[in-house]
Each structure stands twice: as structure tokens, then as C-alpha cells.
């Protein structure tokens, strides 16, 4: 490895265009991520930040330009798709929970089934994960007897046992009581100093200053302005950001 | 902490208006207002009425002889008597494997175990019964509690599978024991399905017809979802070329037909199995949508976060889509099968006698002229018994599903 790739890059979307039918909802939007890095996607409601991070592991098809993850080009080609998504774990905004499996079979289904993980060690990582998102005692319960906080927790605990390179969050706060926010944020700090690779579309204007090392400001499909929480928060350049922020703040 | 809340302690009890008294519930529903008297007496006065006249017939006019004259019959058609004890083997085993897989899979297998050792409980108590038969009931009763017994102390580490291994060598041994095996003079001499009969043919065609459909309408409707337009266009045209088509003349077609189609000295001749084969192709289409119905009410995300897991389509569809889907159809799923075990009483109609055939053939015997009646009660009586187990094993089944879902 020469010293140039010191710093990897470990998600590059070049040009990446998406339509719905005639509807354009990303245009030509290019990001580069390097490895251990947290980027925060914000932006108006419609602007295409879930639609954005949904196309790096193929939950959205990109209709032109480029997506590379961990060096795995996203085609059609079924093999690449599924290794990506093994590398790229999502936390949903609905956290999406298998209501019929408890927790633990929720943590250890895809260990088992993809990873073809024993089922005792799978349980194993499942409960040091539980500790670490802090329910190890909600274990054998069904997902609908848990909190909409207890049960973001275990989505991230679902996909971090894939032990994935990079975590994609969609949204992961937007369907929660104000009072089980910050547990869930919590979490995801942790997370993030960790040294996992995070790419994060929230509303926690709080989560972003303080923990994205870049932001990226989207609106109507592009991708506007991208830079530290300090340059977004004390000099936006863009009259779209600046009146975003406006609004929000 | 009552006086905390700002509650006195006196209002945690119902008032004395509400509590629960015979008298207090009979006014409070039956006698509310005028017109709700009224209605009650009117009603009463026609119960009454209706049961004065049945409980009359029953314990006085009705010829009963006809049922023990012909029981034998009844239950088993023409299985040749000498031969009785293979189906009483089989039933013991049945007895012996609900057991045991009562014990092994408790939880959600327990509802639906109960019941079925509740069923030859039940028998016991039907009026006609034999002493011997109510004995061989017993025995089944007891065989069923061994089974739930021994197997709290066998080693087994993987009992799912254990189960599955235990159910499927007893369909094995369950056909050989009711076919027979080796020579006329043999210890098991065959017998022809066509001797089948009764109660004995109508319990297995339901039983075969459900246990053969399910898997191939599951596939069905997964076809018909399918992205390969081959295998959806297949499905679709086989679901509604069968729900174009009433289940008697599909049975007609298996009986008179499809020898017009197969090479002679095919071995589907038998007309058991030509019925059985009608039965399933046609319950698989309704099951097929029914499942459907299910598939349709799993939510996108539940796909997208199997997808996001890296599972593949097949993975997703065993574990997470098929589980919920087949637990949110149950009930509609045991509508279907008891209408199908009642369904199956057309097969009388192409000549094969099941419990509704052979009751034809008793009321056409001039012995037994003008039993209907006592003939179609007793049968009416047996179907119930199968009919309403089934849907209240469901019903305790989606009691136990139903734990966390919500």
C-alpha cells in the first residue's frame, strides 16, 4: 500500500442519478467517505437523503453513476449486492424488527444464516452486543413488548453483528417519544468513537455538531454543501443552507 | 400510594350495581328494557319449542338400532374386520407421537396436542359406541400420556427435527400398516383403498388433502409473486383455471377422464387416489390465495431489513416473510381446511364410500328403510366433533403465535 492510500476511501459515489419515474430525486450526487469517518446528511424533508444512502447497498437502484463500497463496484451482479450489504449494516427509522423472532433470534438470524456462525457463538456476540447497547436482560423478549428505544437499540445490535465495515442510519430517531432520543444517540456515539465508518441522515442537529466529522447539506436531489460541523454551523456558504439552518435551529 | 393518586382505597371495588350476580347479569342483558323482554320471551318460548320436539324424537321415536346394527360400517366401510387391529395400531401410534411431540415441542404444538388427545376423549362419550371401542379410546388416551411421559426423559438435543423425524416415520409406518404388505395369506395382507371406508376414508382424505396441499399452495402463492414471469403466469393460470371449477367436476374428471390421458397400466388407477389427487389440486389454489392474502400484509420494511442483513431471497422467505405471513392466515387457513374435510363428502357422489357414502348406502339398505334421520344425525354428530376440534385447536394456536406480536 503506497502512502497515498494511507487514508482509505471507503464509500465514492461519483455522479449517482435516481429517478422515479419522471421524477429526478438525486442528481449526479458525488460523495467520497474515508474509513472510521461519521458524515451527517441533512436537509430539507424530500430532498433525497434517505433515497441517497439507500443506493449504497442497493435498497434503491441508481440509474447512472458510480458507487464503489469498499472497493466492491454496486452493479447489478447479484454476488457483489449481497456482499455488499453483508459489509454495510442499516438502521432503519421504523427499526424494522422481525416481530415473530425474539431479540436474540432478531440478533442472530443472519450470523446463523449468512455468516454460517455456530449458534453459541452467535449468541455469544449477540449478548456482548445486548451489553453493549445496554438490554442484555431484554434478550428473550419479543420486539413488541420493548420500547421504540429498546427496540432501535436492538436493531443496531442486529446489524453490528454482521460485523459490518460501514453502519448506514436512516432516519434512526425520527419515529421515537423526545424522551427515548438520546438513548438511542447515546448509542450511536459510542458507536461512532469506536472508529466505525457512519453515514447518517438525522434531524439531531446536536448529534451532528458534535459528533459528524463532515456534513453534507442536500436539497431537491443534490447534494449542496459539504464540510465540518464547525464551517456549517458558524459560516454556510449556500442561501439554501443558511436558510435551512435558519429554520431549524 | 392510594392517597397519593388522590383515590380513596373504597373505589378500587366495582360498584355493587356492577359486580357479577346471576340476577344482576340476567337483568342487565335479557330484561334491559320492554322490547329486550319481550325479545327474550320470545325467544325461550321457541327453544323450547325446537328442543322439546328434537329431545322427543331423539328419546322416543328414533330407531336407533341402526347406528350399532351398522357400525362397524360406519366407521371403517368394508376394511375387512379380521384387519381392525392395524387401524387401532395406527391410532394408538397417532396417540403415541402426539405424545411425545407434546413433550418435545411444547408451547406452540401444545393447543393443537391437547385437542387432538381431547378427540378420542371426546368418542368415548358418543352414545353407540361399543364397550370395546370406548376401551380401545382409553388405550389411545393412555398411549398419548406415555408418549408425554417417556419423552420428558429422553436425551433428544435438537427436538424440532426430532419431532419432524418422528412425524414423518409414522406417515411411513401409517401406510404400510393401512395398505398392508406381502402375500393374501400374510400377516398384513393389502387392502385395497377402494375397501376403505366410512368415518376411517373420510379422516385421511381430509388429512392427505391438507397435509398435500399446504406445501404446494405455499408455492403457489409465492409464484404468483414471483419476478420470473414463467413461474408467475404458471401460477396464476393453475389458481384460476381451479377456482374456475366446482371440486365435483374435478373429481368427475379424475374418475372419468384421466385414464383418457394416461398410458395404460399407469399406477394412478386407484380411484382412492384419483379422488385424493383431485381434492388437493383443488385446495391448493385456495390455499394458494390465501397464503397470498398473508404475503400482501407483510410490510416492505420486514423485506428491506432482511435485505440490508445480506440474506438471501430464499433465506428471507423461509425466516421472516413465510413465518409471519402462514401465523397472520391461520384462521382463514382452518376455515378452508374444515370446509375441505366437509368437501369430501363428495366423493360420495363418484362412488367412493366415505362417512356420507356409506351413510347413503345404509338408508338405501331395505333393512334399515326410513332411518335417515338417526343415520345423518349420527354422522352430523361425528363431523362436528372433527370440525370444531380443528377450530379450536386454531384458535389456541393463535393464542400462543399471538405472544408478542404486538
Given at each position: 500500500m503506497?502512502?497515498?492510500?494511507?487514508?482509505?476511501?471507503?464509500?465514492?459515489?461519483?455522479?449517482?442519478?435516481?429517478?422515479?419515474?419522471?421524477?429526478?430525486?438525486?442528481?449526479?450526487?458525488?460523495?467520497?467517505?474515508?474509513?472510521?469517518?461519521?458524515?451527517?446528511?441533512?436537509?430539507?424533508?424530500?430532498?433525497?437523503?434517505?433515497?441517497?444512502?439507500?443506493?449504497?447497498?442497493?435498497?434503491?437502484?441508481?440509474?447512472?453513476?458510480?458507487?464503489?463500497?469498499?472497493?466492491?463496484?454496486?452493479?447489478?451482479?447479484?454476488?457483489n449486492?449481497?456482499?455488499?450489504?453483508?459489509?454495510?449494516?442499516m438502521?432503519?427509522?421504523?427499526?424494522?424488527?422481525?416481530?415473530?423472532?425474539?431479540?436474540?433470534?432478531?440478533?442472530?438470524?443472519?450470523?446463523?444464516?449468512?455468516?454460517?456462525?455456530?449458534?453459541?457463538?452467535?449468541?455469544?456476540?449477540?449478548m456482548?452486543?445486548?451489553?453493549?447497547?445496554?438490554?442484555?436482560?431484554?434478550?428473550?423478549?419479543y420486539?413488541?413488548?420493548l420500547?421504540?428505544?429498546?427496540?432501535?437499540?436492538?436493531?443496531?445490535?442486529?446489524s453490528?453483528?454482521?460485523?459490518?465495515?460501514?453502519?448506514?442510519?436512516?432516519?434512526?430517531?425520527?419515529?421515537?417519544?423526545?424522551?427515548?432520543?438520546?438513548?438511542?444517540?447515546?448509542?450511536?456515539?459510542?458507536?461512532?468513537e469506536?472508529?466505525?465508518?457512519?453515514?447518517?441522515?438525522?434531524?439531531?442537529?446536536?448529534?451532528?455538531?458534535?459528533?459528524?466529522?463532515?456534513?453534507?447539506?442536500?436539497?431537491?436531489g443534490?447534494?449542496m454543501?459539504?464540510?465540518?460541523?464547525?464551517?456549517?454551523?458558524?459560516?454556510?456558504q449556500?442561501?439554501?443552507?443558511?436558510?435551512?439552518?435558519?429554520?431549524?435551529? | 400510594?392510594?392517597?397519593?393518586?388522590?383515590?380513596?382505597?373504597?373505589?378500587?371495588?366495582?360498584?355493587v350495581?356492577?359486580?357479577?350476580?346471576?340476577?344482576?347479569?340476567?337483568?342487565?342483558?335479557?330484561?334491559?328494557?320492554?322490547?329486550?323482554?319481550?325479545?327474550?320471551?320470545?325467544?325461550?318460548?321457541?327453544?323450547?319449542?325446537?328442543?322439546r320436539?328434537?329431545?322427543?324424537?331423539?328419546?322416543?321415536?328414533?330407531e336407533?338400532?341402526?347406528?350399532?346394527?351398522?357400525?362397524?360400517?360406519?366407521?371403517?366401510?368394508?376394511?375387512?374386520?379380521?384387519?381392525?387391529?392395524?387401524?387401532?395400531?395406527?391410532i394408538?401410534?397417532?396417540?403415541?407421537?402426539?405424545?411425545?411431540?407434546?413433550?418435545?415441542?411444547?408451547?406452540?404444538?401444545?393447543?393443537?396436542?391437547?385437542?387432538?388427545?381431547?378427540?378420542?376423549?371426546?368418542?368415548?362419550?358418543?352414545?353407540?359406541?361399543?364397550?370395546?371401542?370406548?376401551?380401545y379410546?382409553?388405550?389411545?388416551?393412555?398411549?398419548?400420556?406415555?408418549?408425554?411421559?417417556?419423552?420428558?426423559?429422553?436425551?433428544?438435543?435438537?427436538?424440532?427435527?426430532?419431532?419432524?423425524?418422528?412425524?414423518?416415520?409414522y406417515?411411513?409406518?401409517?401406510?404400510?400398516?393401512?395398505?398392508?404388505?406381502g402375500?393374501?395369506?400374510?400377516?398384513?395382507?393389502?387392502?385395497?383403498?377402494?375397501?376403505w371406508?366410512?368415518?376411517?376414508?373420510?379422516?385421511?382424505?381430509?388429512?392427505?388433502?391438507?397435509?398435500?396441499?399446504?406445501?404446494?399452495?405455499?408455492?403457489?402463492?409465492?409464484?404468483?409473486?414471483?419476478?420470473?414471469?414463467?413461474?408467475?403466469?404458471?401460477?396464476?393460470?393453475?389458481?384460476?383455471?381451479?377456482r374456475?371449477v366446482?371440486?365435483?367436476?374435478?373429481?368427475?374428471?379424475?374418475?372419468?377422464?384421466?385414464?383418457?390421458?394416461?398410458?395404460?397400466?399407469?399406477?394412478l388407477?386407484?380411484?382412492?387416489?384419483?379422488?385424493?389427487?383431485?381434492?388437493?389440486?383443488?385446495?391448493?389454489?385456495?390455499t394458494?390465495?390465501?397464503?397470498?392474502?398473508?404475503l400482501?400484509s407483510?410490510?416492505?420494511?420486514?423485506y428491506?431489513?432482511?435485505?440490508?442483513?445480506?440474506?438471501?431471497?430464499?433465506?428471507?422467505?423461509?425466516?421472516?416473510?413465510?413465518?409471519?405471513?402462514?401465523?397472520?392466515?391461520?384462521?382463514?387457513?382452518?376455515?378452508?381446511?374444515?370446509?375441505?374435510?366437509?368437501?369430501?363428502?363428495l366423493?360420495a357422489?363418484?362412488?367412493?364410500?366415505?362417512?356420507?357414502?356409506?351413510?347413503?348406502?345404509?338408508?338405501?339398505?331395505?333393512?334399515?328403510?326410513?332411518?335417515?334421520?338417526e343415520?345423518?344425525?349420527?354422522?352430523?354428530?361425528?363431523?362436528?366433533?372433527?370440525?370444531?376440534?380443528?377450530?379450536?385447536?386454531?384458535?389456541?394456536?393463535?393464542?400462543?403465535?399471538g405472544v408478542?406480536?404486538?
Amino acid at each position: 500500500m503506497s502512502e497515498n492510500d494511507a487514508v482509505e476511501e471507503i464509500i465514492i459515489c461519483q455522479d449517482v442519478c435516481k429517478w422515479f419515474g419522471d421524477f429526478q430525486a438525486l442528481k449526479n450526487c458525488s460523495l467520497r467517505v474515508q474509513a472510521q469517518e461519521v458524515v451527517v446528511i441533512i436537509g430539507p424533508s424530500g430532498s433525497g437523503k434517505s433515497t441517497f444512502i439507500r443506493c449504497i447497498n442497493r435498497l434503491e437502484e441508481h440509474q447512472a453513476g458510480d458507487i464503489i463500497v469498499d472497493g466492491i463496484p454496486l452493479t447489478r451482479d447479484v454476488r457483489n449486492i449481497e456482499q455488499i450489504r453483508s459489509e454495510a449494516g442499516m438502521v432503519f427509522q421504523q427499526f424494522n424488527l422481525f416481530p415473530h423472532l425474539t431479540v436474540m433470534e432478531n440478533i442472530t438470524l443472519a450470523p446463523i444464516q449468512v455468516r454460517k456462525m455456530k449458534k453459541e457463538e452467535a449468541q455469544e456476540t449477540a449478548m456482548g452486543l445486548l451489553n453493549r447497547v445496554g438490554i442484555p436482560e431484554q434478550a428473550d423478549k419479543y420486539p413488541g413488548q420493548l420500547s421504540g428505544g429498546q427496540q432501535q437499540r436492538v436493531a443496531i445490535a442486529r446489524s453490528l453483528a454482521m460485523s459490518p465495515k460501514i453502519m448506514l442510519f436512516d432516519e434512526p430517531t425520527s419515529a421515537l417519544d423526545p424522551e427515548m432520543i438520546k438513548e438511542v444517540l447515546d448509542v450511536m456515539q459510542e458507536l461512532a468513537e469506536t472508529g466505525m465508518t457512519m453515514l447518517v441522515v438525522t434531524h439531531e442537529m446536536g448529534f451532528a455538531r458534535e459528533v459528524a466529522d463532515r456534513i453534507v447539506f442536500m436539497d431537491a436531489g443534490e447534494i449542496m454543501e459539504v464540510g465540518t460541523p464547525e464551517h456549517f454551523f458558524t459560516n454556510a456558504q449556500h442561501e439554501r443552507t443558511k436558510l435551512f439552518l435558519s429554520q431549524i435551529l | 400510594m392510594t392517597t397519593a393518586a388522590g383515590t380513596p382505597s373504597d373505589r378500587s371495588v366495582l360498584p355493587v350495581t356492577e359486580r357479577y350476580t346471576l340476577l344482576g347479569w340476567v337483568r342487565r342483558n335479557l330484561f334491559s328494557d320492554l322490547f329486550n323482554s319481550l325479545l327474550t320471551i320470545v325467544a325461550l318460548a321457541f327453544i323450547v319449542f325446537v328442543a322439546r320436539l328434537l329431545l322427543r324424537w331423539a328419546f322416543v321415536s328414533a330407531e336407533w338400532a341402526v347406528i350399532p346394527a351398522n357400525f362397524n360400517l360406519i366407521m371403517r366401510g368394508q376394511y375387512p374386520a379380521v384387519e381392525a387391529w392395524r387401524l387401532w395400531l395406527v391410532i394408538y401410534l397417532l396417540g403415541t407421537v402426539v405424545g411425545v411431540s407434546w413433550k418435545l415441542i411444547s408451547g406452540q404444538f401444545s393447543g393443537a396436542a391437547r385437542v387432538l388427545i381431547a378427540i378420542p376423549f371426546a368418542l368415548m362419550f358418543v352414545p353407540f359406541f361399543s364397550m370395546g371401542t370406548r376401551l380401545y379410546l382409553l388405550i389411545t388416551v393412555v398411549a398419548a400420556s406415555t408418549g408425554y411421559l417417556v419423552a420428558g426423559f429422553l436425551p433428544i438435543q435438537r427436538r424440532g427435527r426430532a419431532v419432524a423425524y418422528l412425524i414423518l416415520a409414522y406417515l411411513i409406518v401409517m401406510l404400510i400398516l393401512l395398505r398392508g404388505v406381502g402375500a393374501e395369506e400374510g400377516p398384513m395382507p393389502p387392502v385395497q383403498p377402494i375397501l376403505w371406508g366410512g368415518l376411517l376414508l373420510s379422516l385421511l382424505l381430509a388429512f392427505f388433502g391438507i397435509t398435500l396441499s399446504f406445501p404446494l399452495g405455499v408455492l403457489l402463492a409465492l409464484g404468483r409473486q414471483s419476478k420470473l414471469p414463467a413461474i408467475r403466469v404458471i401460477s396464476v393460470v393453475y389458481i384460476e383455471f381451479i377456482r374456475g371449477v366446482p371440486l365435483i367436476s374435478l373429481l368427475f374428471m379424475g374418475q372419468v377422464m384421466l385414464q383418457l390421458f394416461l398410458p395404460d397400466g399407469f399406477p394412478l388407477v386407484d380411484r382412492v387416489l384419483r379422488a385424493l389427487v383431485a381434492i388437493t389440486l383443488f385446495s391448493a389454489a385456495y390455499t394458494a390465495e390465501n397464503v397470498r392474502g398473508g404475503l400482501q400484509s407483510i410490510s416492505r420494511g420486514q423485506y428491506e431489513a432482511a435485505q440490508a442483513l445480506g440474506l438471501s431471497t430464499f433465506q428471507s422467505t423461509l425466516h421472516i416473510i413465510l413465518p409471519q405471513a402462514l401465523r397472520a392466515v391461520i384462521p382463514v387457513l382452518v376455515g378452508q381446511f374444515i370446509s375441505l374435510f366437509k368437501d369430501t363428502t363428495l366423493v360420495a357422489l363418484v362412488g367412493i364410500f366415505d362417512l356420507l357414502g356409506i351413510a347413503r348406502t345404509i338408508i338405501a339398505n331395505p333393512d334399515w328403510l326410513g332411518t335417515h334421520p338417526e343415520v345423518y344425525a349420527f354422522v352430523a354428530v361425528l363431523f362436528w366433533i372433527f370440525s370444531y376440534s380443528m377450530s379450536y385447536a386454531s384458535r389456541r394456536i393463535e393464542q400462543r403465535l399471538g405472544v408478542g406480536e404486538r
